[in-house]
Antibody, heavy 117, light 112 residues
Framework: QVQLQESGPGLVKPSGTLSLTCAVS?????????WNWVRQPPGEGLEWIGE???????NYNPSLKSRVTMSVDKSKNQFSLKMTSVTAADTAFYYC??????????WGQGTLVTVSS | DIVLTQTPLSSPVTLGQPASISCRSS???????????LSWLQQRPGQPPRLLIY???KRFSGVPDRFSGSGAGTDFTLKISRVEPEDVGVYYC?????????FGQGTKLEIK
C-alpha cells in the first residue's frame, strides 16, 4: 500500500522560504509516476502547485512558478517543495500526491503551513 | 487555464435519496490521445481529498458503486444513487488534460 507523508515547519515568517518534504512508502519514487503538490487555504478550494518526475522534469503552475522549486531525493525515496517570498496568502494545507497517467492517488494527510511573524 | 465550474455549490440531501453534481469546463477536456482526464474527488471533514472517479466514469478501487460519473467534452456529472451519512463532505472535479491542472470550486454535500 502506497503512503505519502508530508513534513516541514508549520510556521514560516513573511518573506521567508517554505520548505516541505513528502516521504513515499510502499513504492519506489523511481517508478513511472509524477509526484505532485497541491495546497488548500483553510476553508477554501484546492490549487495545484506543480509536479516532478524522477528524471527531474518539472511542471509548475504559472501563478507560482517564479517562487517554486521541486526536487527529488532517490536515496531517501522522497520529494520536496520550496516556495520563496511567502506571504499570508500562502497559508494553507499542503498536500503531496502521486499522479499516474490517469489519476491522483494516494494523497498525503496534509500539513498546515502558517505564514506569520 | 481551464476553468471548471461546479453546480450547485451546496447540496442538502435526504439520506437514501440521490444527489447529482455538475462540472462544466471552459474548454473540451478530451486529450488528443483520445482520453478525457476528468476526475472526481471527495473530501470529508478534516481529511485529505480521496479519489472517487477518474477518466469521467471509472470508479477507483474500493469506491462504492452508488457513485457514478458521466459526461463528455465540457459537461460532466457525478451522481450518488442513495446518499449515506459517510458521503457528507466536499466534492471536487479536477482536470489533468491540460497544464496547469485545475479544480472546480467544490460542492458541499450535507444532510437535510
Amino acid at each position: 500500500q502506497v503512503q505519502l507523508q508530508e513534513s516541514g515547519p508549520g510556521l514560516v515568517k513573511p518573506s521567508g522560504t517554505l520548505s516541505l518534504t513528502c516521504a513515499v512508502s510502499g513504492a519506489s519514487i523511481s517508478s513511472s509516476n509524477w509526484w505532485n503538490w497541491v495546497r488548500q487555504p483553510p476553508g477554501e478550494g484546492l490549487e495545484w502547485i506543480g509536479e516532478i518526475y524522477i528524471d527531474g522534469s518539472t511542471n509548475y503552475n504559472p501563478s507560482l512558478k517564479s517562487r517554486v522549486t521541486m526536487s527529488v531525493d532517490k536515496s531517501k525515496n522522497q520529494f520536496s517543495l520550496k516556495m520563496t517570498s511567502v506571504t499570508a496568502a500562502d497559508t494553507a494545507f499542503y498536500y503531496c500526491a502521486r499522479a499516474t497517467s490517469d489519476w491522483f492517488d494516494p494523497w498525503g494527510q496534509g500539513t498546515l503551513v502558517t505564514v506569520s511573524s | 487555464d481551464i476553468v471548471l465550474t461546479q453546480t450547485p455549490l451546496s447540496s442538502p440531501v435526504t439520506l437514501g435519496q440521490p444527489a447529482s453534481i455538475s462540472c462544466r469546463s471552459s474548454q473540451s477536456l478530451a486529450h488528443n490521445n483520445g482520453n478525457t482526464y476528468l476526475s472526481w474527488l471527495q473530501q470529508r471533514p478534516g481529511q485529505p481529498p480521496r479519489l472517487l472517479i477518474y477518466n469521467i466514469y471509472k470508479r477507483f478501487s474500493g469506491v462504492p458503486d452508488r457513485f457514478s460519473g458521466s459526461g463528455a467534452g465540457t459537461d460532466f456529472t457525478l451522481k450518488i444513487s442513495r446518499v449515506e451519512p459517510e458521503d457528507v463532505g466536499v466534492y471536487y472535479c479536477m482536470q489533468t488534460t491540460q497544464l496547469p491542472y485545475t479544480f472546480g470550486q467544490g460542492t458541499k454535500l450535507e444532510i437535510k
